[in-house]
């Protein structure tokens, strides 16, 4: 076997962050150790405060520890500089949080366009990308909608998609389902097992909704900063 297949895609080792509020100190994360194999579909589910966002933030160099580190495709975060942290960010990673909100002046297709032009494709590969993008959404219909003429479940598909469009390694989605009901919630969840089984795109959820586990292929919970039980629950998957 090649190196390449022996090393999980992400590695999380011993991280912890701090947040100082004056003269408190918050743990918002306090040691966590992590794989995630590629082509996995990881729930990481836990109560608000839990550390949640922290961990994707982290994971995806928004932000960076207080200790440990974070190795994608083998490769320490820590080691790397700001400018190749964006760069990063931007070939390797698809977001789905709600602080990177959809641009209401842009239509859904120039939304979905757009980390296309930080890549710097072309105009016909960026078209074709986008159309098919929105096909696999279900979205082809809505490409010229703004973002404001579209229901919350379609806002998201649309965030899924503008996600991505750029084919990143991981995709990482902080409470995909929040402000959904819960059968919009379903359909969303429902898009996500899809893609990450046709197209081998590798996930991590997380949510404060335990139901949302349920479309996992591994899940871990999350309490004041640390996993549980050391591990992961792993579903059997077709
Ligand atoms: N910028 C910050 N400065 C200070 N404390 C912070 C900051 N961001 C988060 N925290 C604190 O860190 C802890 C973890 O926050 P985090 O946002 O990661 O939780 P979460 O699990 O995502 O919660 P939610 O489900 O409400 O989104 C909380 O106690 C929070 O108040
Ligand atoms: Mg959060």
Same mark, same amino acid.
């Given at each position: 076997m090649s190196k390449d297949f022996q090393q999980p895609l992400l590695k999380i080792e011993n991280l912890s962050k701090d947040y100082s509020l004056g003269k408190i100190v918050v743990h918002a994360l306090r040691g966590v150790n992590l794989e995630v194999p590629q082509g996995d579909l990881l729930v990481i589910s836990g109560p608000s405060g839990s550390g949640k966002t922290t961990l994707l933030n982290l994971i995806g160099a928004i932000a960076r520890p207080t200790s440990g580190d974070v190795f994608l495709e083998g490769k320490a /975060?820590?080691? #790397?500089?700001d400018g190749r942290l964006a760069e990063l960010r931007n070939h390797k990673i698809g977001f789905i949080f709600q602080?990177?909100? /959809?641009? *209401?002046? #842009?239509?859904v297709y120039e939304n979905v366009e757009y980390p296309l032009l930080l890549l710097g494709a072309s105009r016909k590969e960026r078209q074709r990308r986008v159309m098919d993008m929105l096909g696999e959404v279900g979205l082809g219909e809505l490409a @010229?909608? @703004? *973002?404001?003429? /579209?229901s919350g479940g379609q806002h998201q598909r649309v965030a899924i998609a503008r996600a991505l469009v750029t084919e990143p390694r991981l995709v990482l989605a902080d409470? *995909?389902?929040?402000? /959904?009901?819960s059968e919009t919630g379903d359909e969303i969840m429902k898009l996500v097992a899809r893609l990450n089984k046709e197209q081998k795109v590798t996930f991590i959820v997380v949510t404060h909704?335990?139901?949302?586990? @349920?479309?996992? @292929?591994r899940s871990v919970h999350i309490r004041d900063g640390r996993l549980l039980n050391e591990g992961v629950e792993t579903r059997a998957c077709d």
């Open positions: /975060l820590s080691k #790397l500089s602080s990177f909100a /959809l641009i *209401p002046v #842009l239509s @010229r909608r @703004r *973002p404001n003429d /579209l409470e *995909p389902s929040a402000n /959904l009901d909704d335990p139901v949302v586990s @349920r479309y996992a @292929r």
